[in-house]
């Protein structure tokens, strides 16, 4: 269901039709005591609305502007220009490894998420900022009271279209809010952390589908992908360590492009302690007493009931002339 806030509604209506807000509400509350109090005070804002010919969701050539993005749609179309591109991260999904990649997108009305499920993130490593995209066939979700555009294999993401401008965006998500590890809570999207690794655990290796990095399994002697069958496996790996800022310690998760930019070292370097793990422990040791900074979401670990934080971007070298000013707060 769509679900606009009543207040929104009622100032639409005032925008509208030049209406007080006393006589809107007035008009409101005879629609519920007509309808003996069997609707809710937003939907009958919603028949006022109706029948005063006021169209709540403006929309031009089927594409809606940011603002009037609303909880409960599906098969939206967007425009906007890209602010910020996050890394494609991949995750465990039943016996298979998937993928999910964000970006986040303005207009002259306000910014958004697009949350890019399975072959749909690769999109992330096209993306650079200040291009411009159009999204067809997104559907909204509310992500921890804010809401996004999610898009599954059957959406469209087009970038820079022909034709397509976009005005000076309004910025009203904040990027990398900072804060401590005692001040998260579950669900917590893109915060920033300082801290100091106290703790290393190896570093893991899983068989991956070379074309599609689903979860390839062992079958005779071969390995094969559900979607494409026998393969000769790719590896990707995943990487724990536990931060402590002062306040607690938590445990951050670090997928395949974090682990390479946290350890500072390539794909084919890492790849070689899958049969030397004995040689990481000295790059597990030189982590320890390591500060650095990361970005991502924080999550509750059902098994063991915490809260973990896993990376979608790292900074294994923060500038301590930066961090020196946000706590003098320029």
């Not at 070292?265 to 070689?272: A, F, G, R, V, Y």
Request: aromatic share 6%.
């Amino acid at each position: 269901m769509i679900k606009i806030p009543y207040e929104e509604i009622v100032l639409k209506i005032n925008e509208k039709t030049q209406m007080s807000v006393t006589e809107i509400e007035e008009r409101i509350e005879k629609k519920m005591k007509q309808l003996s109090g069997l609707i809710s005070k937003e939907g009958a804002a919603h028949i006022v609305a109706n029948e005063l010919g006021v169209k709540l969701l403006e929309q031009t050539s089927g594409k809606l502007q940011i603002k009037n993005i609303m909880k409960g749609m599906r098969d939206v179309e967007t425009v906007g220009r890209v602010m910020q591109v996050y890394e494609i991260r991949e995750f465990m999904k039943g016996d298979s490894v998937s993928k999910v990649a964000s970006v986040l997108i303005g207009d002259e009305t306000g910014t958004i998420r697009i949350v890019m499920w399975g072959s749909q993130a690769d999109n992330a490593l096209k993306l650079s900022g200040g291009d411009i995209v159009k999204v067809v066939g997104g559907y909204i979700r509310e992500n921890n009271s804010r809401i996004e555009i999610h898009m599954n294999e059957k959406s469209q993401l087009t970038i820079n279209p022909s034709g397509v401008t976009v005005k000076d965006v309004v910025v009203t998500t904040k990027i990398g809010t900072r804060k401590t590890i005692k001040e998260l809570s579950e669900n917590d999207n893109d915060v920033e952390l300082l801290g100091t690794v106290v703790q290393a655990f190896d570093i893991k290796f899983y068989e991956v589908c070379p074309r599609c990095s689903k979860r390839a399994r062992p079958s005779s002697d071969l390995y094969q992908c559900a979607e494409h069958g026998n393969v000769i496996p790719a590896y990707s790996y995943v990487f724990n360590v536990v931060l402590d800022d002062g306040t607690e310690t938590l445990r951050c998760v670090f997928f395949r492009n974090q682990v390479e930019k946290l350890v500072n070292m390539t794909q084919e370097q890492l790849l070689k302690f899958r049969s030397n793990p004995a040689d990481f422990e000295a790059v597990k040791h030189d982590l320890l007493g390591k500060i650095i900074k990361v970005t991502g979401r924080a999550n509750k670990n059902a098994m063991f009931n915490r809260i973990e934080f896993v990376a979608n971007s790292v900074d294994n070298n923060p500038s301590a002339e930066e961090e020196i000013k946000k706590l003098q707060g320029q």
